[in-house]
């Protein structure tokens, strides 16, 4: 059975893992995810001028 490829990275997390980012590996797009309790929201971090924040991810975690 082929390794079934892990698209996203999680780089930062905080509140006992409430608060996290997330990175697309094959886009760089960084993703604000929150949860509390039973519900949860996922949104795109914006720049100031309405762009999404863009991260550039190394070869090592390309796999």
Known sequence: MAKKEKR???TY???LGSTQIWVDKQTGIN???IQ???AGGL???LNRDGTPVVT???KE???
Do not use: A, C, N, R
């Open 8 to 10: 996203f990275l999680k």
């Open 31 to 33: 993703y604000l995810f």
């Open 43 to 45: 949104t795109p971090l």
């Open 61 to 63: 975690y390309d796999e």
């Open 56 to 58: 550039p991810v190394p």
């Open 36 to 38: 509390s309790g039973y």
């Open 13 to 15: 997390s905080q509140d």
